[in-house]
T-cell receptor
């Protein structure tokens, strides 16, 4: 199993600013995933973050808007850049368990005003 | 690619009633994994169960039970004798090695249990 610490747990930000979300895992993992959950919606994968390489973004998400860092096997950050109210969502990081339980952080509830 | 359909948007029941949540999946993979997650109002995702494609045994865990049927590509979830604490959004999801274990989620079903 893996324990994931994600912070901040929530934030209220001004439009045009950026927020960096941190995700710390208590064990080394190859792949980390970042998901977005817009209000009342399901979870959508933003990108896959592998250590030592650039993140792979899903359709509709771009690096300029959601830059990701993965400096080592236990840590990743997601930045939401130049925020607008449409970016208000819950952002979750996850680590894959090779088909076993996929572990999730507690989520970051972002409100952009 | 994989896809999950949860046709039920919202279900409202009275406490102690049973509730069944439907999940239909699509995949071309022979090896895949199905999940159910619960998301209470606090927002965190709570893992409930995982099933791999080679294990069609139904499972019961307390008041929860799951019915996996490959013939109909379904992985339904039943809460028996529902309680108010069961009120949450429930997500069905699928992943596969061919997709680097990325999870594809259904739209979710909101369950409201009234006292």
């Amino acid at each position: 199993s893996a324990v994931i610490s994600q912070k901040p747990s929530r934030d209220i930000c001004q439009r045009g600013t950026s927020l960096t979300i941190q995700c710390q895992v208590d064990s080394q993992v190859t792949m980390m995933f970042w998901y977005r959950q817009q209000p009342g919606q399901s979870l959508t994968l933003i990108a896959t973050a592998n250590q030592g390489s650039e993140a792979t973004y899903e359709s509709g998400f771009v690096i300029d808007k959601f830059p990701i860092s993965r400096p080592n096997l236990t840590f990743s950050t997601l930045t939401v850049s130049n925020m607008s109210p449409e970016d208000s969502s819950i952002y979750l990081c996850s680590v894959e368990g090779r088909g076993t339980e996929a572990f999730f952080g507690q989520g970051t509830r972002l409100t952009v005003v | 690619a994989q896809k999950v359909t949860q046709a039920q948007t919202e279900i409202s029941v009275v406490e102690k009633e049973d509730v069944t949540l439907d999940c239909v999946y699509e995949t071309r993979d022979t090896t895949y994994y199905l999940f159910w997650y619960k998301q209470p109002p606090s927002g965190e995702l709570v893992f409930l169960i995982r099933r791999n494609s080679f294990d069609e045994q139904n499972e019961i865990s307390g008041r929860y039970s799951w019915n996996f049927q490959k013939s109909t590509s379904s992985f339904n979830f039943t809460i028996t004798a529902s309680q108010v604490v069961d009120s949450a959004v429930y997500f069905c999801a699928i992943t596969a090695p061919s997709n680097d274990y990325k999870l594809s989620f259904g739209a979710g079903t909101t369950v409201t249990v009234r006292a």
